[in-house]
């Protein structure tokens, strides 16, 4: 099935960047139709090289961000048709979404789609949430990944205080994962905010996932 | 021209594609002036002569060539009715969005600019800089453009699904934030601003797509710019250009703020002679570097781009962090000083 996933991918990366609902519809009718595959396949084969190859054209330029954000939302409305009742990935980390005091919450939203979309467990933490309240939701909810979005360079720098939260709570199983402007700007920002991974993109959150799933922390 | 120039001459030359005495610098330092005055950044925001005080002694300290009136970003989102979110070490920012449903857009109402106190405080600080520069330094207002100022008011991913399945809300949209937008420019040009930056993220080649941008923002943003009474620079807050020069210069903006993310020699020679640039230090990594990496990084922006004029020395967002450190402010323009003197010959890419 291999080249038949390659073809599948290719043809839904093309409907997703140019938006065509149809397209995206068909293919995804295509993929679940007599042959029907679970959702882990579905995931791994066809809709995560579809959306890393998206998010990889946005990091070196070639797509743009309403394309990315519109990509997410597209798969997630043709899974919700066609395969409403997936369970998440086995053995797959929780992930947690967070912004860091602010409601600008764009970059959660896609890497949710697009973590979502993949099949991983995703838990939408919020928005606007201090350190303390934004540990405190992730340790409720048991994540094993925290990613954490910002838009501005004074919240990113007090990511520095999310680590000293979960420091103080023996929390060192957790991974934390910053993304967002600032991140991008400046590459090596997310060490001296005691992040341990930073991801540029939708695509980095799927590869940071995927790395941690075949047990890199 | 080498014979020292005031501030004013020395922008207005190199804005029209000439090489001044030395590449001018505009130094967009908005919260250091609280630093100066010993104030937290919402005290410092609570009166225009606050702002006025630190921005004077700011050019006192480093003598760069623009004054700023502007405070804070969010105040267009406070005009609609938000409330903005302070914090003791950055900008202020947009808090919850103000537009939270379609109706809530054709319901929409025009901010009054006459009674908004926010507005108006930043108006009597442009009325101020102005005589305080006495005709020798540029002071540049700022507006938010109409295409990005939805961001603000209604959040990102709601705006992009309207921009994608609701023409009718969006075009509703447009008509208020363009008005507001020229309204706001106008009366800043009237109190005596030189120019206004416009900024508008939304309209870089990394943000939307061609087709949609085309469609929906370049008509809107050209409309603006064509009823605002001054000179437009158009700010992308470093989103990315190259790929779309010409639909910029299509614009009517008199300059374009550049990013970081792209190769500023490139930038330069497809804008040269057409549209004056902007740029392109890092503001984010600023806040890490030595003075001497700023007098290096100076020295490649200077190197990429000052030959021939058209260029203004800047940082790539259009408004410098509030913890990047004086010495290196300082360094900034020392190496501006000692890299910038014209003629300069091309060396490196940055």
Aim: glycine share 8%; hydrophobic share 45%; with cysteine.
């Amino acid at each position: 099935m291999g080249a038949a996933h390659d073809a599948l991918a290719t043809r839904l990366e093309a409907a997703l960047l140019s938006l065509d609902r149809a397209e995206v519809g068909a293919t995804f009718a295509a993929i679940a139709g007599p042959d029907t595959i679970d959702r882990v396949t579905l995931a791994d084969s066809v809709i995560a090289p579809a959306l890393l190859s998206i998010g990889q054209a946005w990091d070196e330029g070639s797509a743009a961000l309403s394309q990315v954000y519109m990509a997410g939302r597209l798969v997630e409305e043709a899974l919700e048709r066609h395969l409403p009742a997936a369970p998440p990935r086995p053995g797959a980390p929780r992930i947690g979404v967070a912004v860091l005091e602010d409601h600008h919450s764009l970059g959660k939203r896609i890497v949710c789609a697009v973590l979502n979309s993949a099949g991983y467990d995703v838990r939408d933490l919020g928005s606007g949430l201090d350190a303390v309240t934004l540990v405190d939701r992730a340790l409720e909810q048991q994540v094993d990944l925290l990613m954490v979005s910002v838009l501005m360079l004074n919240r990113a720098l007090r990511v520095s205080l999310v680590r000293q939260q979960l420091s103080e709570r023996d929390a060192h199983h957790v991974t934390l994962v910053v993304g967002g402007a600032p991140f991008v700007h400046d590459p090596e920002l997310y060490r001296r905010v005691g992040a341990d991974r930073c991801g540029r993109s939708a695509a980095d959150a799927l590869r940071i996932a995927a790395a941690y799933e075949g047990g890199e922390r | 021209m080498n014979s020292a120039m005031t501030s004013i001459e020395r922008v207005f030359t190199a804005l029209g594609h000439a090489e001044p005495d030395r590449v001018p610098v505009f130094l967009l330092v908005t919260m250091h002036g609280a630093k100066e005055l010993g104030l937290g950044l919402r005290e410092y925001f609570s009166k225009a002569e606050h702002v006025v005080e630190g921005q004077l002694r700011l050019r006192a300290k480093y003598g760069h060539d623009c004054l700023l009136p502007f405070f804070y970003g969010a105040v267009e989102y406070e005009a609609f009715g938000g409330q903005a979110v302070f914090s003791d070490d950055g900008p202020p920012n947009a808090g919850a969005p103000v537009i939270r449903s379609r109706e809530d857009i054709f319901a929409l109402e025009l901010p009054d600019i006459r009674r908004d106190p926010r507005l108006q405080m930043g108006l009597e600080a442009t009325r101020r800089l102005v005589e305080a520069a006495a005709g020798q330094v540029p002071v540049v207002g700022t507006v938010i453009g109409p295409y990005s100022l939805p961001v603000m008011l209604m959040g990102f991913e709601s705006y992009l699904d309207l921009l994608h399945d609701d023409p009718l809300a969006f075009e509703r949209l447009m008509v208020v934030t363009s008005r507001f937008c020229v309204d706001w420019a106008n009366a800043q040009i009237a109190a005596g601003a030189t120019a206004v930056g416009c900024a508008e993220p939304l309209a870089a080649v990394n943000l939307t797509e061609r087709g949609l941008f085309m469609c929906t923002g370049h008509p809107v943003i050209a409309d603006t710019i064509s009823k605002i009474q001054g000179a437009v620079a158009l700010s992308l807050a470093s989103g990315r250009a190259l790929g779309r020069i010409d639909t910029y210069v299509g614009l009517g903006a008199a300059a374009l703020a550049v990013s970081n993310q792209e190769s500023l020699a490139e930038l330069k020679r497809q804008c040269a002679g057409r549209l004056p640039i902007l740029g392109n230090l890092n503001g984010v990594a600023m806040v890490s570097w030595t003075p001497e990496q700023a007098r290096q990084q100076v020295r490649a922006c200077i190197q990429a781009a000052a030959p021939g004029g058209g260029f203004v020395l800047a940082d790539t967002h259009g408004e410098i962090p509030f913890h990047v450190a004086d010495d290196v402010l300082a360094a900034i323009m020392q190496a501006a000083h000692e890299w910038g003197r014209y003629p300069i010959e091309p060396c490196c890419d940055v």
